[in-house]
């Protein structure tokens, strides 16, 4: 690619993108505000094969979950939530969903969570929403996690907390999230200007398939001022171009009619 991508000129459109500000790839995710703490979905982790289909099978599974068996009554919480095996019930689906919960299921809390936030079968509670999702992030859930990490960088049902939602995405980051791991990049991007902590995180996000950590990590190699590294650059630029970046697709067809 010859000199590689010039250092005064990487563009998005018509648009101009400068490393250190915003107009390097954010995070919609995180940026667009909501106004409940979650939106869960219960299908997580849970099989087709696990929903019981007969009314035989049926009573065991009611037996198992009386006596204590934690998955099986998360799963008739599941059950009774989406009428899977069973009518549809959603407060039964809440009283299954809370003794999970209570016994640690971290899968329940986090539904528990979510009933409380979107009040469905329980009074809406944006409190204990975020008690219940803090118990299944601590309980090691990553959906719980990168929840507790949107929720504090936003600011929504909880006081904006730039470094415990930073917190929390690494938690979640540990686990294989590449959002999270692409967000504690922009972290130290765009909040703290260090270039080399931000390429870390962006590269193990980018490795991880994620094209907005590529182009990201694109810009800093061609724009940064302790990490410049032209031909990095152009590779990331092709990767992410290639991962469907629209940005990056116009950057590498643009270098390829300047270097044409």
Same mark, same amino acid.
């Not at 600011?155 to 470094?163: M, R, T």
């Given at each position: 690619?010859?000199?590689?991508?010039?250092?005064?000129?990487?563009?998005?459109?018509?648009?101009?993108?400068?490393?250190?500000?915003?107009?390097?790839?954010?995070?919609?995710?995180?940026?667009?505000?909501?106004?409940?703490?979650?939106?869960?979905?219960?299908?997580?982790?849970?099989?087709?094969?696990?929903?019981?289909?007969?009314? &035989? !099978?049926?009573?065991?599974?009611?037996?198992? /979950?009386?006596? #204590?068996? +934690?998955?099986? *009554? @998360?799963?008739? %919480?599941?059950?009774?939530?989406?009428?899977?095996?069973?009518?549809?019930?959603?407060?039964?689906?809440?009283?299954?969903?809370?003794?999970?919960?209570?016994?640690?299921?971290?899968?329940?809390?986090?539904?528990?969570?979510?009933?409380?936030?979107?009040?469905?079968?329980?009074?809406?509670?944006?409190?204990?929403?975020?008690?219940?999702?803090?118990?299944?992030?601590?309980?090691?859930?990553?959906?719980?996690?990168?929840?507790?990490?949107?929720?504090?960088?936003?600011?929504?049902?909880?006081?904006?907390?730039?470094? &415990? !939602?930073?917190?929390?995405?690494?938690?979640? /980051?540990?686990? #294989?999230? +590449?959002?999270? *791991? @692409?967000?504690? %990049?922009?972290?130290?991007?765009?909040?703290?200007?260090?270039?080399?902590?931000?390429?870390?995180?962006?590269?193990?996000?980018?490795?991880?398939?994620?094209?907005?950590?590529?182009?990201?990590?694109?810009?800093?190699?061609?724009?940064?001022?302790?990490?410049?590294?032209?031909?990095?650059?152009?590779?990331?630029?092709?990767?992410?171009?290639?991962?469907?970046?629209?940005?990056?697709?116009?950057?590498?067809?643009?270098?390829?009619?300047?270097?044409?």
């Amino acid at each position: 690619m010859g000199g590689g991508v010039s250092k005064n000129k990487v563009v998005e459109g018509d648009k101009s993108i400068k490393p250190k500000e915003d107009k390097v790839e954010d995070n919609q995710d995180v940026r667009n505000k909501r106004p409940k703490l979650i939106q869960f979905d219960f299908n997580i982790d849970v099989k087709e094969t696990d929903v019981v289909e007969t009314k &035989e !099978s049926l009573h065991d599974f009611i037996q198992e /979950a009386e006596e #204590g068996n +934690v998955d099986r *009554q @998360y799963m008739l %919480g599941f059950m009774f939530c989406y009428g899977e095996g069973v009518e549809q019930d959603i407060f039964e689906a809440v009283y299954w969903f809370k003794k999970s919960a209570v016994a640690g299921s971290a899968l329940a809390q986090f539904a528990l969570a979510s009933m409380y936030s979107t009040g469905q079968g329980v009074e809406e509670n944006q409190a204990l929403a975020l008690e219940w999702c803090r118990k299944a992030g601590e309980n090691g859930m990553r959906f719980a996690q990168v929840t507790l990490a949107d929720a504090y960088w936003a600011g929504e049902a909880v006081e904006q907390d730039i470094e &415990e !939602s930073v917190r929390w995405y690494k938690l979640a /980051a540990a686990k #294989g999230s +590449v959002i999270s *791991q @692409y967000n504690v %990049g922009r972290y130290y991007h765009i909040q703290k200007n260090d270039e080399e902590e931000a390429v870390k995180w962006y590269t193990i996000a980018a490795e991880g398939g994620y094209a907005s950590a590529q182009y990201n990590l694109g810009c800093l190699y061609c724009q940064g001022e302790k990490v410049r590294d032209d031909k990095a650059s152009m590779t990331w630029f092709v990767v992410a171009a290639t991962n469907g970046h629209k940005g990056a697709q116009h950057i590498y067809g643009s270098e390829l009619i300047r270097l044409d």
